[in-house]
């Protein structure tokens, strides 16, 4: 490569002195791509650095003076060392560039391997601080994801995804506060094969509240005698109020539970715990208190997640499938009209074809995650929302493809089919739509495979599929169940790609 | 060989970039006639041939067939006219993906209604037909396979029963054997040669081989840079003389053999 011209042939040191201002000497010596380089680089580094060093200085200034700034998660210092580290590098680079302009004056100048390099550092270091990257925080928090990690990649614990029915062996005794004047609380008839309890005392004050002096007041202590229960199998002690939910009785953090003796029989002591009884109750509340043993009937069983998960994946199929589908009816006869070799015929055929050109690559430009969140303000959230996103998505990635493929035919049947005096028509079908059959079914497959992957994304912002229920378990840390998901995903995905590979490779 | 099919007056031809692929080319070709035209890649005989059935739009001239000028026609009407004019490729141009039997039926499209293309309906007739044209060319057994499953004299067969199908009054045939094998060559051009010998059919053909010219044509034309340099009867090209030679190939061509195995060596 010879030299270029020069613009302005100044000595060598008055040329590296002009490049105060980055890449000037460079221009006036006619390396005018190079010159563009320097500036850009030089000028937006030192611009970038300007910004980071007002922010911090921002961030002094802006927060009230009781917060300590070592509280918040980026203190300000952070940036300010990023600035200072960019700053060198800038300057080495702007440097660079006066020492270059130096040799520019004299000879061609070898490729700007060091400038650039420090150029590029400076702006690497510029953007770690602008994105917030912070390993040393990523190392230390690893411990919040390790754990999620595992149950992640291996939700298959059989205690986890798997349950069994149980079925409840009940001791029931009546019980009611506070206590009435009318006799004894009358106590169910014990069954034939079933356990029953005797209570004493059978009515009395349940705990919580406050004492005149302030003390909390203990409820009334209880003593239940079991009889025909399951011998040495664990029972549990559970209270259910009139009026709300049954619950089980903890104690000092444990639930309490009894073992009844070889004869079935037992014999168990608790002081009444707190409820809360309804302030319009008039009379006495009564209370079941009941004691239970359960036992696990029936084969293992998936847990109900697993069925779900399977549920969405099978709707994410759908969804792509019918947005590949409908995406394919519509892509078809677009992309003939957006393919040149049919359209250049004439001023208005050639316009249409811009027209659709256009149309296609703006709709391609937008995300499937925009247009479905266009789509749920149109139909609701749900999969007819995200099958409508694909859709468009999919009309205009295929229809350019096509149109693509239609492009790259071979001429020669075309001439041959219009020279026996076929009109477009059949010309199209003749000579054309055989070419383009494999490309098309190919494309399509292939576009099914990233629907199915995008749409696993489509439901994370509201269009069905997998991703909704994926999107809720990890709000609320089930972790298992984004397991059970995970995997879902990972097999259809894994699935459709070697399928869609082996039809493809059969078509083309 | 009597009133003329075709007549070329005046034709020429300007590309877009310039080029002058046809300057004021006039001819004729009578009924029945085998006529050549020969002459070096470039000197226009594609275009020349691509000008007749309006593939390529001349620049200005003539092309009288069988009462209208060509040249002018439109639409319907040069649909019409094209389908008369049957036309075999030198790449055969086949749809190669789709059967032998769709390939002959497509040369009958100018016949049928549009509309039918579409469902892909084929009147038997026109099925029955298009067996025949293959039995013509003598590969009926191969209707039912992929046309890229057939060798390349066996797809130039193939073109010329497609042509066959559009029942024209003359055939173009554009370098015919410049892709195959030359023992295929003189197969392909005995089949021209058939169908103009005992059917009458009107052929217009541009060859390369010096030899091929000599064997078949009843009549040469000779193009250099888009103007006739030679016109010639059977009994002229067989003597053709070093000048005449060169006045087509150029001054660096060498003849080859000579006589009437001669050959040319592109310069």
Not at chain 1, 383 to 401: D, E, N, R, Y
Not at chain 2, 16 to 30: H, K, M, N, P, W
């Amino acid at each position: 490569m010879k030299p270029p011209r020069s613009l302005l042939s100044l000595p060598p040191i008055l040329n590296a002195f002009v490049s105060l201002i980055p890449g000037l000497g460079q221009l006036l010596r006619g390396y005018i791509t190079r010159a563009i380089l320097i500036f850009s680089f030089v000028a937006s580094l030192y611009g970038l650095v300007l910004w980071r060093l007002d922010d911090a200085k921002i961030a002094v200034t802006v927060l009230p003076p009781s917060i300590d700034t070592a509280d918040l998660s980026r203190p300000q210092e952070t940036t300010l060392t990023y600035a200072v580290v960019a700053i060198i590098f800038a300057v080495l680079g702007h440097l660079w560039g006066i020492f270059d302009a130096y040799v520019c004056a004299g000879h061609k100048p070898s490729p700007p391997r060091l400038g650039m390099t420090f150029l590029i550092i400076g702006t690497l270091v510029v953007g770690s601080d602008i994105t917030e990257i912070n390993i040393a925080k990523a190392v230390r928090e690893i411990d919040d994801i390790v754990p999620r990690l595992s149950q992640i990649l291996w939700p298959w614990n059989p205690e986890k995804i798997l349950y069994r029915d149980k079925e409840n062996f009940d001791g029931v005794a009546l019980w009611e506060t506070p206590c009435q004047e009318d006799g004894p609380v009358e106590q169910p008839e014990p069954v034939e094969g079933q356990p029953y309890l005797e209570i004493a005392p059978d009515c009395g004050d349940p705990s919580g509240g406050r004492l005149p002096n302030g003390r909390r007041r203990e409820g009334t202590e209880v003593t239940l005698k079991g009889y025909n229960y399951r011998p040495n199998e664990q029972a549990e002690l559970i209270i259910n109020p009139a009026s709300i939910p049954e619950f089980r009785v903890v104690v000092d953090g444990e639930r309490v539970r009894v073992t009844p003796d070889d004869n079935g029989q037992f014999e168990l002591s608790f002081v009444m715990p707190n409820f809360t009884i309804p302030s319009t109750t008039v009379g006495a509340v009564p209370v079941r208190i009941i004691v239970r043993q359960q036992k696990e009937i029936g084969s293992p069983k998936l847990v109900k997640e697993f069925w779900l998960s399977l549920e969405a994946i099978i709707e994410t199929i759908f969804l792509a499938l019918m947005a590949t589908a409908f995406g394919l009816i519509l892509a078809v006869p677009m992309s003939f009209v957006a393919a040149r070799n049919l359209m250049a015929t004439n001023i208005i055929t050639l316009t249409i074809y811009y027209l659709v050109r256009l149309f296609m690559n703006v709709v391609r430009s937008i995300e499937p995650l925009i247009w479905a969140l266009i789509a749920i303000v149109w139909v609701g959230p749900g999969p007819f929302a995200g099958v409508i996103a694909l859709t468009i998505h999919t009309i205009a990635a295929l229809g350019k493809l096509y149109s693509e493929s239609i492009e790259s035919i071979d001429d020669g049947p075309i001439e041959a089919i219009q020279a026996t005096g076929a009109d477009r028509l059949q010309t199209i079908m003749y000579a054309v739509v055989p070419q383009v059959v494999p490309p098309f079914v190919s494309f399509t497959i292939y576009r099914w495979d990233i629907n199915v992957r995008m749409s696993t994304i489509i439901g994370a912002v509201g269009g069905g599929g997998i991703g909704a229920i994926l999107v809720q378990w990890i709000r609320i840390g089930d972790y298992d169940s984004v397991g059970i998901a995970v995997w879902m995903i990972a097999i259809v995905v894994t699935i459709l790609d070697y399928a869609s590979a082996r039809i493809r490779e059969r078509y083309v | 060989m009597d009133a003329p099919v075709l007549r070329i007056e005046n034709l020429s031809k300007t590309y877009e970039d310039g080029t002058q692929a046809l300057v004021d080319v006039s001819f004729e070709i009578r009924k029945g006639e085998f006529l050549v035209i020969i002459g070096l890649s470039g000197s226009g005989k594609s275009t020349l041939l691509r000008c007749i059935n309006r593939l390529v739009e001349p620049t200005s001239g003539h092309i009288w067939f069988d009462g209208i000028d060509i040249a002018q026609v439109k639409g319907t009407k040069l649909r019409s006219t094209r389908r008369q004019i049957g036309m075999i490729f030198q790449q055969f141009n086949l749809v190669k993906r789709s059967k032998v039997i769709t390939n002959v039926i497509s040369g009958r499209l100018g016949y049928l209604n549009p509309l039918w293309s579409v469902v892909g309906y084929v009147p038997p007739q026109v099925r029955q037909d298009a067996f025949q044209a293959l039995q013509q060319v003598g590969i009926a057994e191969k209707a039912q396979n992929r046309a890229d499953a057939l060798s390349g004299g066996q797809q130039q067969r193939v073109g010329i029963a497609r042509a066959l199908m559009q029942k024209p009054k003359i055939i173009l045939a554009d370098e015919p054997v410049a892709s195959l094998d030359p023992v295929l060559a003189y197969s392909i051009l005995d089949y021209l040669e058939k169908l103009n010998r005992e059917h009458g059919m009107t052929v217009l053909c541009s060859l390369h081989y010096l030899d091929l010219v000599q064997r078949y044509a009843d009549r040469v034309i000779g193009l250099r840079d888009g103007k006739i340099v030679y016109e010639g009867s059977k009994a002229d090209i067989q003597n053709i003389t070093d000048t005449q030679f060169r006045q087509i190939y150029g001054e660096e061509a060498q003849r080859l053999g000579g006589g009437l195995t001669g050959g040319l060596q592109k310069g």
